[in-house]
């Protein structure tokens, strides 16, 4: 029991100390319920700064805290066991977050639930200046398809997010380009989808024609390292390290879905791009094997460098396009993953005669806002002859 | 700080006298992780007997719960702050529940989430004896579909899931006959597919040979009273309840499915089903319009009585097959929804010279079990011809 009543005076102590650090900052109080809440849920809610204010009922909790961005924020008890309380400003776009309730980690029953950080957790949406660009309109949509496979090299059955155009399959005899998307670490298949909105951004890209009708594929290429084994310092990532999902691509996803899709089934018209995690396989896949793929996109995650070119000369005189991105946060604290500076590699490449381009997201960090915009960015460069 | 004190000293009583209630009960120690268990994680896990156990982090919670199946177990906690317990043992088949911190009802973050209850979720799995039926196999898969919509009726855009079969389009000129399959109250277009497998039910049936290949619509028929109205006792569905679906799927779903996928357009090759309100929709738009639809399907959701077709002369003529279905559970317990007994009214209608059949799933209640056995019972009678 003592260990109980010194928690409890520790968190009356600690919530009492942060009441008076907000009464310090002021709060504008114009919250409204988040655009991606349950149907029919008030909390959570976001003002027009950029705060994240929930609300949860826990009558007997003796804390209550908001988990965002890498910061938690204490939560205060009214009279009826309502918890409530926000966050400082997030930038614009979606973030992970979840509600830890006397030292659980849970997600909060009022938001829909993503899978990202290696869970199905809440998010939540910061309003963005440009969100029209992935806003849900009138024009002609395309469908995202749950396909299932079997897949040889894990002698198993998958799953993939296949998106088809508007008006994809009225005339059998058109067929389209394919781009293979990947979601990136802790995230899996159904990432570019339910919070990349990706399906959104092609439909409103090509209602005002400025993409090409093209599929897209989202698989799962979740990867970690083999138990007990560790990258060498500076060797990251390690030699071989995607060659699971590589093989897995190469072998069951493309003749899969050559086979049941209408695609022109040539390295034309095959892209393949990524972020972060998905950025980096995109990287080794397509260095690897540059006779399969013509455009290559890479968000937050890497660039590639004229060494690359060295080990694989097929690439350079292949690819059409190497695409870079990052949010402006990314690169203004030098968090811009593996490989060096990717602008400069990126600059490099396009001396040595490639087509490339490189994206900085303003005021984004490594995070959904910067992938949708990447994607916004790199779709009408596309296909387009 | 008094009744933080006495709370706390109710749970340790309560908890140490359920310690001893369950010593006295066996529980089988064969605990496996559940089939919907998020990737990777350990619990919740499920035994022979049917209990299910779960396990949360919560090191300064008073009190955590598992809520299932409408009663709440008390959990015990380990010295590392970990809570474990486990419930009396389930039926076969999908169940809904959550956890309990400290007065906070939560999903668990080891589940996977589902939409029930006016939630998402957490939902479990307790392997059934027939569970091969809906198994995830090496057979042609069809598609899932998220279709977007713009809808005249509700003047803005809708979603809704489409399963197509397999093979479906790779020759434009084979054309489908058309189930629309309605969710219960407090759900949504999601559950027919995510925790009903309405799609892998399907795909097992035409692999076998036993079902002919059709398309199933699953949108979103959630309705609830305008503010303020009860309907009069005794008079449940009010009248007019199902209008605003009925009208949306008239004008609006229908002629969308039919103008952008490849359907038999004619009421002849068009069949109407849905679980528990689903069931009730079911039954007020096809007698309220018999000419668009020839089989209809109602699980845990009433039944069609010989005063019914007295209101509806067409109904009778114009239908091929009234199939109608319940929980062996619901029948013990009287509880088979509206309009009086579902096997004598589904006899009477027979007697009347209508093609009907009368299923019970033996040893489910008003659960996701029932209803995947309603629709593996109903899908090999329809559009036989």
Redesign the interface.
């Known amino acids: 029991?003592k260990i109980?009543?010194l928690?409890?005076l520790f968190v009356s102590v600690f919530i009492a100390g942060n009441t008076h650090a907000q009464s310090l900052t002021e709060v504008v109080e114009d919250f409204k319920p988040s655009s991606v809440n349950?149907?029919?849920r008030e909390y959570p809610q976001v003002n027009s700064e950029g705060r994240v204010r929930v609300q949860?009922?826990?009558?007997?909790?003796?804390?209550?805290q908001l988990d965002i961005g890498g910061v938690k924020y204490d939560l205060k008890k009214d009279d009826n066991?309502l918890w409530t309380g926000e966050s400082a400003q997030q930038d614009e776009g979606f973030h992970y977050y979840q509600?830890n309730?006397?030292?659980?980690?849970?997600?909060d029953?009022g938001s829909?639930?993503f899978y990202g950080a290696?869970?199905?957790?809440s998010g939540i949406e910061i309003p963005a200046g440009d969100q029209d660009f992935y806003a849900?309109?009138?024009v002609p949509?395309g469908?995202?398809?749950?396909?299932?496979?079997?897949s040889k090299t894990t002698n198993g059955?998958r799953r993939c997010f296949i998106y088809t155009p508007p008006g994809y399959?009225k005339d059998?005899s058109k067929r389209y380009p394919v781009l293979y998307l990947q979601h990136g670490g802790g995230e899996?298949e159904t990432g570019w989808?339910n919070q990349g909105h990706a399906?959104l951004i092609m439909?409103n890209l090509i209602a005002e024609g400025k993409a090409v009708p093209f599929i897209i594929v989202m698989d799962n290429g979740?990867w970690t390292m083999p138990r007990g084994e560790r990258p060498a310092a500076g060797n990251w990532p390690p030699k071989g390290w995607a060659d699971g999902f590589m093989n897995t691509l190469l072998n069951d996803i493309i003749p899969m879905v050559d086979a049941n899709y209408l695609t022109i089934a040539d390295p034309e018209h095959r892209a393949m791009a990524g972020l972060s995690m998905g950025g980096m396989q995109t990287r080794v896949i397509t260095l690897a094997h540059p006779e399969k793929f013509s455009y290559v996109g890479m968000f937050s995650g890497g660039s590639i460098t004229t060494d690359d070119l060295k080990d694989s000369p097929d690439f350079s005189k292949n690819i059409k396009l190497v695409f870079v991105s990052y949010g402006s946060r990314e690169i203004e604290n030098g968090r811009t993953g593996f490989g060096g500076d990717p602008k400069a590699n990126t600059e490099a490449l396009k001396e040595a005669g490639m087509n490339t381009h490189f994206y900085v997201s303003p005021l984004t960090a490594h995070e959904w806002q910067s992938w949708r915009r990447g994607l916004h960015e790199f779709a009408p460069l596309i296909f387009k002859n």
């Open positions: 029991m109980r009543l928690t409890a349950q149907a029919g949860v009922e826990a009558p007997d909790a003796k804390y209550v066991g509600l309730i006397d030292g659980a980690s849970v997600p029953p829909l639930y290696g869970r199905w957790g849900v309109k009138d949509h469908q995202v398809r749950e396909q299932i496979y079997f059955m399959g059998a899996n989808s399906n439909d979740a």
